[in-house]
């Protein structure tokens, strides 16, 4: 059955004078969503793109609410522009969010957020990302920087992402989780995209220094550069904070040796943490003392690349200290 889509009754702002008088400041606002007034117990309902990027118009105030009214497909909208930091409680309530599709060459921080301050929960989510340029920075389907809870989301199948910068860092759940108003936190998150490139890549989070905790990487992780950079089914890099009670399931492949090249490349890489340089992890949480179902391997790149797995070893919890 197909579902009910709910009509989209906003108030356009520069409709918001009528016969009759002008909607007062409040009205305008709110009139930015769905419905609702943006409290605990009436959250501002989102239906469309445009609800999502009006979302910036709350982006000093923690305490506004929004939820997912039903599916949202983002296909229509081009290469989407990431929402300005997000503050606030968002509920996906279960729905999900799709066609996601980001063109960037000049972004700092890449996602369907470009960062998040606040509680993201309950959402489902499909997108594709390309990151070219010279530019350092981060990227992640839900938010490119987490300093606020990102709990209970998955990134669903046929979610895909590149990036042709060796200064990125990159998450299917979010590029960076470091400390903010909730000190940076995923939880029960679950992530499925197929990830690859020449930047330093994680499975959940690309760089972490705070927390994260049972969560699940199904995804393939490819690494096509020539250096040593991070690659780990759940963080590349942990540089403080902890990491516990996850599982990769995902392949981790690299490039052993770069086209026209007679050097072996040795980039961290492990089915948990690619390079661990503080914080701490508790592999005892791992069921049955195993920390993934995973597979270390080579991938073969048009050219070039030689299958040199005797570098790794299987079930390697940490690529490099």
Avoid at 160 to 181: K, R
């Amino acid at each position: 059955m197909a579902e009910h889509l709910l009509p989209d009754l906003r108030i356009p702002l520069a409709n918001k004078c009528v016969s009759g008088g002008c909607l007062n400041a409040a009205a305008a606002l709110y009139s930015l969503f769905y419905n609702g007034n943006g409290t605990q117990g009436n959250p501002f309902i989102i239906t469309s793109g445009e609800h999502l990027q009006n979302t910036v118009s709350y982006t000093n105030m923690s305490n506004r609410y929004y939820k997912l009214g039903q599916n949202i497909d983002l296909s229509s909208y081009g290469s989407w522009t990431p929402v300005s930091m997000f503050n606030g409680v968002l509920d996906g309530n279960g729905k999900k969010i799709t066609g996601l599709y980001i063109y960037s060459d000049n972004n700092y921080s890449v996602g369907l957020f470009d960062g998040n301050n606040g509680i993201i929960k309950n959402l489902d989510i499909q997108g594709e990302i390309y990151v070219y340029g010279n530019n350092s920075g981060y990227a992640g389907v839900i938010a490119g920087r987490n300093f606020g809870l990102i709990d209970n989301c998955e990134v669903l199948n046929g979610s895909y992402i590149y990036v042709s910068n060796e200064n990125f860092y990159v998450g299917g759940i979010a590029g960076l989780n470091d400390v903010g108003i909730y000190t940076g936190t995923i939880k029960d998150c679950i992530n499925n995209a197929y990830i690859c490139g020449y930047a330093n890549n994680g499975g959940i989070a690309g760089k972490s220094g705070v927390t994260i905790m049972t969560c699940i990487n199904n995804g393939r992780i490819e690494y096509w550069g020539s250096g040593t950079h991070s690659q780990g089914g759940i963080a590349g890099v942990q540089f403080a904070g902890s990491i516990t009670s996850s599982v990769n399931n995902g392949t981790i492949a690299y490039s052993s040796r770069f086209p026209g090249s007679s050097t072996v490349l040795q980039p961290n890489m492990a089915h948990i943490i690619g390079y661990k340089t503080g914080g701490t992890s508790n592999w005892n949480t791992w069921p049955n003392g195993y920390v993934d179902k995973g597979y270390l391997t080579t991938v073969f790149l048009p050219g070039g690349g030689v299958h040199d797995q005797a570098l790794y070893v299987k079930n390697a919890e940490i690529g490099r200290y």
